[in-house]
């Protein structure tokens, strides 16, 4: 096999031995639908001319190679190029590499991907080059330290729109024809970019294809700087730029400002592009985002305040990444954490979101917390040996722990010291690689403090800690005393210095009100709280009030029974958030009963109003009830109570969300969320016959448009209900001939509750290789949708022993898709859990992040049966 994974080492000697000045890249685009013709003139100078004497190798993964020509001398491709790398011979102190070679299309949301919309035949290609993928589509260096200028030429059809990093020039006619899909032949051109700034290839970009356009500038502090907004011409009915650009011009004002530094590129688009495997990505200028952002119908405050989000978060990429990129993987967190962090500050002071805070504890910190307790648990700041490690780190930890300890920063130093220090990080080392000592300088330097111990603790450690206040009162009901007990978790022994607040709130009327709060600093297992001691005990004493540390939190046994007793009397989002995410630890670690859980997450439904806050309640309440997949960040969900407890109370949930959403203000962001969220539980009959009335227009929920995507939702529960039939899907189709309809539909036929349907799907996804990513998704989320988990018991057997060769075959998105949502998660009992560890105990050699991800599904099934032994009868 070729040698795809570039280790660390390999990295640090080829970037000490070399010097890349400039990339000069030709690709046609008009040679067939399977593969195109790539050339890259690479331009670079030997720095070590000892090391360079022993040679060394440029990264490329396609089809062939055809001809190397260094320093004008041929290298044979047969013996220079072991199909992932072209080996390089003794280099000169200048060098000039001339590689011509073809280029494969992609279906997986990797390197050039290439679709056809079938609801006009058009193709539309992007790129996406994150980790190391740049190297699918040209040759390259491919490491984030080893920056260079790219100049692009590209040769495609006429009538098409090309965006890169630069702005667009204008084409030229070429000699070549291009063939679409339907054996039309057109005309072509070439397009000639200029050169780059230095950049790392992985934020490099090119975007192909008939896209439509929406264009606007924005005054920046060096002038004005064009935008633009793009998308496949099915979809502009749909596409708002309106409210992307307001967000945009936002983010640019206040990033500006608190950075210090002007936007450093020539303009900035933004691409929404099909079958995208992830938010969205930071290309220098030209930013690709998932097109399931354009919203073809109602959708839920949750999910528009988590695009500005995303569209802020990859904003700020062009400081935090793009101009200043880290020198190896080990400091991804640099990208992302700090993006995260600065997205949801910038979102909190000058959007309508001011409650990003809560947004970001309720679910940025959900999913860090999760991520923290499994065995892949790793420091902020991690190892990365090589690029398959760098694959499995964009998680929880990288983006939302990262993020959550940034804002226990700012928290330690201030404010404005942490801006000071940002301001000076980008000025002196703008256009560069660094590491996070780097950043830490600057900001020891302008707060005054020594963070060396601070970073030791927080960013080369792992575990969350548990903070727990231990009280004593008198007969009248004051506090004599008050300490925060902080302990870790087994394993990760390390106690941390935490910056925070604790609230005090008395009930009165029904409602929680804020009495006071007080900021401490705790540091080690126990420290004393002075400052509350001769007060009356509250009836919410609450740690981390303000959600300003990163840690799990306990209530004590009177706030606990105030809260339960009270799930709607909290009237700040944040308190809220901070409050059910301890409820929520308390379940999963087994200190809280889990029916208990689900029948406060009910009944704090029936009020809540914050959007972001609801969801991740709903989530919660469904994952609790009956395991669940979902297709965003937090994955799998399993169940908390006992198999023979899990019909009724999943019926008694179902209830009580129909309940709900009849009783929801019409047209209201609860409505939808409610319905959407019934449709997943329904499977009595009277549900089930709701649900077709719904569909059918027989009930109307007044304010509740029975659009496209509602429709796919009531006729899939249908589906998974056993309800449904092959002609209504097929009819539903029909309206909607879209990537976004395909998807739907094979997901709906996957979750019909039948051995054949099953065996359908996972045939489909795991013998054969024709789905493209959004749909072979949609089909794994379909195959685990079930009310009868004894759908998924033969799965268990087939799931372990086809793990290896999947992983072998697959591309790393496909895989860890497979890995990850094929699981029969489901099941969530001991035979699961004990098929899970035999395998991993008979492959200790298998790569090590396929071994990562099948040890996360074994982590969350012991998670269930710690959670189940809670589960009293």
Not at 130 to 153: G, H, I, M, N, W
Not at 356 to 382: C, G, I, N
Not at 389 to 397: H, K, L, P, R
């Amino acid at each position: 096999m070729p040698n795809t994974n570039l280790t660390r080492e390999e990295a640090q000697r080829r970037a000490a031995s070399l010097h890349v000045e400039s990339y000069d890249v030709d690709l046609d685009l008009t040679t067939g639908p399977e593969t195109f013709r790539t050339t890259s003139r690479v331009r670079f100078t030997a720095t070590d001319t000892e090391a360079a004497g022993q040679g060394t190798f440029i990264d490329f993964l396609g089809p062939s190679v055809e001809s190397i020509t260094l320093n004008g001398e041929s290298l044979d491709p047969a013996t220079a190029f072991d199909g992932a790398r072209i080996s390089l011979p003794a280099l000169a102190e200048s060098n000039d590499l001339t590689v011509v070679a073809t280029g494969a299309y992609m279906n997986t949301g990797e390197g050039l991907h290439r679709f056809v919309d079938p609801a006009d035949d058009e193709v539309y290609l992007y790129t996406q080059f994150e980790v190391a993928d740049s190297r699918r589509v040209f040759a390259v260096f491919e490491q984030p330290d080893l920056k260079a200028t790219f100049a692009f030429t590209v040769t495609a059809p006429a009538r098409w729109k090309l965006i890169s990093n630069q702005p667009t020039p204008e084409p030229e006619a070429a000699e070549q024809t291009y063939t679409g899909p339907t054996g039309t032949q057109e005309p072509a051109a070439t397009w000639q970019f200029e050169p780059t700034p230095r950049l790392s290839s992985y934020v490099t970009a090119l975007v192909a294809g008939p896209y439509d356009v929406v264009r606007d500038e924005v005054q920046a502090a060096n002038g004005t700087v064009p935008l633009g907004v793009y998308c496949r011409k099915s979809l502009r009915e749909h596409l708002d730029a309106d409210n992307l650009f307001a967000i945009t011009k936002k983010g640019f004002a206040f990033f500006e400002e608190k950075f210090g530094e002007p936007y450093p590129f020539a303009k900035y688009d933004q691409i929404f592009t099909p079958e995208y495997n992830a938010g969205a990505m930071e290309n220098a200028g030209c930013v690709t985002i998932t097109e399931t952002y354009i919203f073809r119908t109602q959708v839920s405050e949750a999910l528009i305040e988590r695009r500005a989000l995303t569209v802020l978060h990859e904003l700020a990429h062009m400081w935090f990444g793009d101009l200043v990129t880290m020198r190896w993987w080990d400091d991804l967190w640099l990208n992302e954490s700090f993006a995260e962090w600065a997205s949801t500050w910038c979102q909190a002071e000058v959007t309508e979101w001011d409650t990003a805070w809560t947004t970001f504890s309720s679910s940025e910190k959900t999913w860090a917390y999760r991520q923290d307790q499994l065995s892949s648990t790793h420091p902020v700041y991690a190892n990365m040996r090589h690029l398959e490690d760098v694959e499995a780190n964009f998680d929880g930890i990288t983006y939302a722990k990262g993020a959550s300890v940034l804002k226990q920063l700012v928290a330690y130093v201030g404010v404005e010291p942490f801006v000071a220090g940002l301001r000076s990080y980008f000025a002196k080392f703008k256009w560069g690689n660094t590491t996070f000592d780097d950043l830490l300088g600057e900001l020891e330097t302008t707060s005054g403090r020594d963070l060396s111990t601070w970073r030791e603790l927080w960013l080369k450690t792992s575990g969350a800690n548990i903070l727990r206040p231990v009280i004593q009162l008198d007969d009248a009901g004051v506090i004599t005393s008050l300490q925060i007990e902080q302990t870790a978790p087994e394993g990760y022994p390390t106690l941390r210095p935490h910056r925070l607040a604790i609230g005090c709130y008395t009930l009165a009327d029904g409602t929680l009100t804020a009495q006071e709060s007080v900021e401490v600093d705790l540091d080690g297992a126990l420290t004393d709280v002075p400052k509350l001691v001769g007060r009356p005990m509250p009836d919410l004493l609450l740690v981390n009030d303000q959600d300003l540390t990163y840690a799990k939190v306990r209530l004590d046994p009177r706030s606990l029974e105030t809260v339960l007793a009270h799930p709607t009397a909290i009237t700040d989002s944040l308190t809220r958030a901070v409050v059910f995410g301890a409820l929520w630890d308390m379940t999963r670690d087994g200190e809280l009963p889990p029916r208990q859980y689900i029948r406060y997450g009910v009944d704090a439904l029936a009020t809540e109003t914050d959007s972001t806050v609801r969801q991740t309640l709903i989530s919660q309440v469904t994952g609790a009830t009956t395991a669940f997949l979902t297709s965003g960040a937090f994955g799998h969900t399993t169940s908390f109570l006992r198999p023979e407890h899990r019909a009724e109370a999943a019926d008694e949930v179902a209830a009580a969300l129909r309940k709900l959403m009849s009783a929801a203000e019409p047209g209201s962001d609860a409505q939808l969320q409610l319905t959407q969220a019934f449709a997943r539980f329904a499977r009595r009959d009277e549900d089930v016959a709701y649900v077709r009335e719904l569909l059918q227009g027989e009930t109307v929920l007044e304010g509740l448009p029975l659009d496209t995507d509602m429709k796919w939702t009531l006729l899939t529960s249908l589906a998974a209900a056993g309800a449904a039939t092959d002609e209504e899907i097929d009819a539903q189709l029909a309206t909607d001939n879209t990537a976004t309809g395909i998807a739907r539909a094979a997901g709906a036929r996957a979750a019909y509750p039948t051995a054949e349907a099953t065996a359908k799907a996972w045939h489909d996804l795991v013998e054969g290789d024709s789905l493209p990513n959004e749909t072979a998704r949609a089909v794994a989320l379909g195959f685990g949708r079930v009310h009868d988990t004894a759908l998924l018991e033969p799965y268990v057997e087939r799931y372990h022993a086809a793990l290896r060769e999947v992983w072998d075959a697959r591309t790393y998105a496909m895989a860890s898709n497979y890995v990850t949502v094929l699981y029969p998660i489901a099941l969530s009992d001991r035979a699961l859990l004990d098929a899970t560890e035999t395998w991993l105990a008979a492959h200790q050699d298998a790569p090590a992040g396929l071994v990562r991800l099948v040890a996360e599904n074994r982590d969350l099934v012991r998670v269930a049966l710690t959670a189940q032994a809670r589960d009293e009868d």
